[in-house]
């Protein structure tokens, strides 16, 4: 497999459903937010070989994508007010700093509102922890999960906000 260009975004979804509805969200907020090519990759897919003794090729030039990635959107749906088992189980396989040249956008599905948040954060911080530098995450009920537009424009007029400020700060400097 290649490395993804300066344009892809690389988009990891930690659903163990693989094409499930998580996935999907993914895609689109990769598409809103680089409108250009997303590079999927399925943990699902990745799941007998994420638990096993030695690593695959597939899940080797998996990870190899992801560290390699630069505009990256990792997606879950929320277990108990957490990311999923697989999820964190694939990324364990990275160390800490492997994703210092990725900006990433979490992205959460969660019946329960509180859900949203408890698993935005440690979503968050374990991206953090692996040195992306990480936007605002996009929180999606599952009500939500198939017109998303609502949560999409408001994360969209977040990012456009905080684009702003960054430019009035750089000006005042």
Do not use: C, Q
Request: proline share 6%; hydrophobic share 45%; aromatic share 2%.
């Amino acid at each position: 497999m290649s490395e993804p260009s300066e344009a892809t975004t690389v988009v990891l979804s930690g659903n163990p459903r693989p094409g499930s509805r998580t996935a999907r969200l993914a895609r689109t907020v990769a598409e809103r937010w680089s409108g250009g090519e997303a590079e999927p990759i399925e943990a699902a897919d990745l799941a007998g070989s994420v638990f096993a003794a030695e690593r695959s090729p597939e899940l080797v030039a998996g990870l190899d994508r992801l560290r390699s990635a630069r505009r990256l959107v990792v997606a879950t749906p929320s277990y108990k007010g957490s990311y999923t088992g697989l999820l964190k189980s694939l990324l364990d396989h990275l160390a800490a700093g492997d994703l210092r040249d990725a900006v990433a956008v979490p992205v959460v599905v969660a019946a329960a509102p509180a859900h949203l948040v408890s698993t935005a954060g440690a979503l968050t911080a374990l991206l953090g922890e692996l040195g992306a530098t990480v936007l605002p995450a996009v929180a999606v009920a599952e009500s939500e999960v198939d017109d998303p537009a609502g949560p999409l424009d408001a994360w969209t007029a977040r990012l456009d906000r905080l684009a702003g400020a960054a430019r009035n700060r750089e000006v005042v400097r």
